[in-house]
């Protein structure tokens, strides 16, 4: 007889196999173990072992609890026969779910407790008295259909809380498999309704054991790696349990999880909405539509409608769908998924503005669109949708796969399209912007590509077609451009008007840019950056405009504040909410002082500027993120005055926090890269541009403008973008005495020093 443990290493068993194998094998054990326990007892006939839960349903993955009831007909000393039972289980290392219970206390428990009533809806018999145990079984499954009402919408609201809590299965970039939206306790909790009354249409249940087998599989290797009962896929585990679960890379693994969890998800939603439907719902159609009525709160398609003639029909019942806010009927889905033909090239007339008018639904579109990517109709309006399907993006910004993204991108547009002179053609390029990312190569050099044949066969205008290919091609300029460039240069102005090329692009850009950031996650956009942003289109439509940069002055920092601070020579530091400004004497490494006591405060620096005069006097103003509590900035205070005095060991006490600093968790699929120096001569009129990046580690800042400060340059301004476990740190820097470095020899050596200085540490 096999045991657990042979089970649980053969690795040549996977997902549901192992899990009934390990339930059977446990079976077993249990058997014999209850067979010893109640080897002397008179009344044995009158107790019976029964698995609950998971283990009921023979789910047993290898570090799950076994979940058992103990149930007896009046055994006086039933304590002593349960621990006889319980003892053995747990000397050999086993977390027990379990309980000691008569027939009248647990069928009472049943009817209002929902956890002890769910937890028997699969229970099943291990030992002992069949007959007993399968009355009590039969007995709780009528009280569950009793008061399946009640049951359902307790459920439901179960549901929504543990929603909240864990997230979605196919959107996270580590999804909890089991409590996740799309997880498995939501398969089993469907299980749960259907036997309390809520019916699955026609081929879910097929999809849903589908989808089940599939988390299961995960799970079990993810507690084969382990070896603990965890449930929530880290990154760092990703590659392993891909391996385990016979996927040939994590990205194949993680788009496998996300292609279920929609399903799953998507199901779980019907089935509920069914459950609730909406208060304006009606038994009486009502025409929205030739050809479409809602009847019940869902968008139907009449019977003599002919789907195969009019391909536009499906974007005319997902607009009404979404207008509504009602789910489009499964059985008309269906026949439209068997009868409506891909679009030709070019498409029919008008159908370009059906699409337009789906995507400016805004948030209300997005459901309707997973419905229609769900029985693979959107790729028969856009072929080129099919290799962004369910694809994930690993990194620490995006929480979305690239499919949900771009819908989240359109439905942030659309709020914004307000005003906005063409609204058609900032949802296209919401629509259209990342779209490269399922395929090889550059994603944005892949989309123009893409859209240049998309855009013919719409039936755009060559000059519609040329605005939506420049947002493709330019949908990263603004963001990283005000996040790593000095926006007070007339060089870095100049650089994104030429991009743009139009004050059209220019206004499109803006909110594409704000939809995009917010719809990637949430450290992509922030009021800081915004603020930037805005900063930036504004000078760059001065530009456009025919406004003269001679007779603007860009410059936002030193404001008139500080170089009154500056003209009165001295020390000041001068703390706010989020930033710090510190006035000093002008000498080499002030910058990489404040950088390194900001670093020894623990505060993460978003960017900075500084300024001196011909006085002597350098002004640094630093902006970093506020924790929830706020910052305490008197002892930061303190050590910057010491630091600039020269009485802080900063090197000692930055190595001494590095040596107890627990380093943060991996955020991106990826690996940080090898530190690079790059230069851009071309960036500013008056400075070089030098990048760096690097892994993340205590200090990297002070290190890398301590560094730069050795050699004697001038830093004027400075931006720090953290991306997961790696920074990149932009600086402009200009040579002693003022000016850019041209000299490659020279540009070499800051390399050499900065790449030492980051890997050293």
Not at 97 to 113: I, M, Q
Not at 271 to 299: F, K, M, T, Y
Not at 691 to 714: M, N
């Amino acid at each position: 007889m096999l045991n657990r443990n042979e089970v649980i290493n053969d690795l040549s068993g996977r997902g549901l196999d192992v899990c009934q194998k390990l339930s059977d094998v446990t079976d077993e054990w249990l058997s014999a173990l209850f067979n010893e326990a109640v080897a002397d007892e008179k009344k044995s006939g009158d107790i019976v072992l029964i698995a609950v839960g998971g283990y009921g349903r023979r789910e047993l993955a290898p570090q799950s609890d076994l979940d058992v009831v103990l149930v007896h007909d009046s055994v006086k000393n039933i304590g002593d026969i349960a621990s006889r039972l319980w003892y053995p289980i747990w000397d050999a290392g086993l977390k027990l779910g379990h309980a000691v219970r008569t027939p009248k206390e647990t069928v009472k428990l049943c009817s209002t407790d929902l956890d002890t009533a769910t937890s028997l809806v699969t229970a099943r018999v291990i030992a002992g008295n069949h007959e007993l145990g399968n009355k009590v079984i039969e007995e709780a499954a009528k009280s569950w259909q009793s008061k399946g009402r009640q049951w359902l919408i307790e459920l439901h609201g179960r549901v929504r809380e543990r929603h909240v809590q864990a997230g979605e299965v196919a959107f996270l970039l580590e999804p909890n498999i089991k409590e996740g939206l799309g997880g498995l306790r939501d398969i089993h909790t469907l299980h749960w309704a259907v036997k309390a009354g809520l019916d699955l249409l026609p081929g879910d249940e097929a999809d849903l054991q589908h989808c089940n087998g599939v988390l299961l599989n995960v799970r079990v290797a993810l507690h084969r790696h382990l070896g603990k009962p965890v449930d929530v896929l880290r990154l760092e585990d990703q590659r392993t349990v891909a391996e385990l679960a016979g996927y040939a890379t994590d990205d194949a693994l993680m788009a496998a999880i996300a292609s279920v969890g929609r399903r799953v998800a998507w199901i779980a939603d019907e089935v509920w909405a069914r459950l609730d439907p909406p208060a304006h719902s009606s038994p009486h159609p009502q025409s929205v539509a030739p050809g479409v009525h809602v009847i019940n709160g869902e968008v139907h398609l009449d019977d003599n409608v002919n789907i195969s003639q009019d391909p536009t029909l499906l974007l005319r019942v997902a607009t009404a769908a979404a207008r509504l806010e009602a789910r489009i009927d499964r059985t008309s889905l269906d026949r439209l998924a068997d009868n409506c033909p891909s679009w030709p090239d070019p498409w029919p007339a008008g159908a370009s503005d059906d699409l337009v008018a789906l995507l400016l639904e805004g948030p209300k579109a997005i459901p309707v669109l997973e419905s229609l990517d769900q029985r693979n109709l959107l790729i028969r309006v856009l072929p080129e949708w099919e290799p962004v399907r369910s694809k994930p993006q690993r990194n620490a910004f995006h929480r979305y796969t690239v499919d949900r993204h771009l819908w989240q991108t359109i439905a942030n547009a659309a709020e914004l399209s307000e005003g906005v002179p063409r609204p058609d053609l900032l949802v296209l390029g919401a629509l259209f912007h990342d779209l490269g990312k399922g395929y090889p190569g550059d994603h944005t050099e892949v989309g123009v590509e893409l859209f240049s044949t998309i855009g013919p066969r719409m039936g755009l205008s060559d000059s519609d077609q040329a605005v939506i290919s420049s947002l493709i091609d330019n949908h990263l300029l603004l963001a990283d451009t005000a996040t790593r460039r000095d926006l007070s240069d007339d060089a870095t102005i100049t650089m994104v008007a030429e991009k743009v090329k139009s004050a059209l692009v220019l206004d499109l850009l803006h909110p594409l840019t704000e939809a995009d950031s917010k719809a990637t996650g949430p450290s992509a956009w922030s009021d800081w950056k915004a603020e930037l942003i805005k900063v930036l289109v504004g000078r760059v439509r001065h530009v456009l405009g025919g406004g003269d940069m001679q007779e603007v002055m860009w410059r936002l920092f030193p404001d008139a504040t500080v170089l009154e601070l500056m003209g009165a020579g001295g020390i000041s530091i001068r703390p706010e909410v989020d930033r710090i400004t510190v006035v000093s004497p002008d000498t080499p490494g002030t910058f990489s002082k404040v950088a390194g006591v900001l670093s020894l405060s623990g505060l993460d620096v978003l960017g900075a500027e500084a300024h001196s005069d011909e006085q002597g006097m350098a002004a640094s103003q630093f902006r970093v993120v506020p924790p929830p509590t706020g910052i305490n900035w008197t002892p930061v205070v303190e050590n910057l005055e010491k630091a600039l005095s020269g009485r802080l060991a900063l090197d000692s006490r930055l190595a001494d926090r590095a040596a107890t600093y627990r380093p943060r968790r991996a955020t991106s699929a990826q690996a940080p890269s090898q530190p690079t120096v790059r230069f851009d001569d071309g960036a500013s009129s008056n400075a070089t541009f030098l990048e760096v990046r690097a892994p993340d580690a205590v200090g990297i800042l002070y290190s890398i403008t301590k560094a730069i400060a050795d050699l004697g340059l001038d830093i004027r301004h400075a931006r720090v973008l953290t991306l997961g476990n790696e920074v990149v740190d932009s600086f402009y820097v200009s040579a002693p005495g003022g000016g850019r470095i041209t000299d490659v020899t020279y540009q070499q050596e800051i390399s050499r020093a900065v790449l030492y200085a980051v890997t050293s540490r």
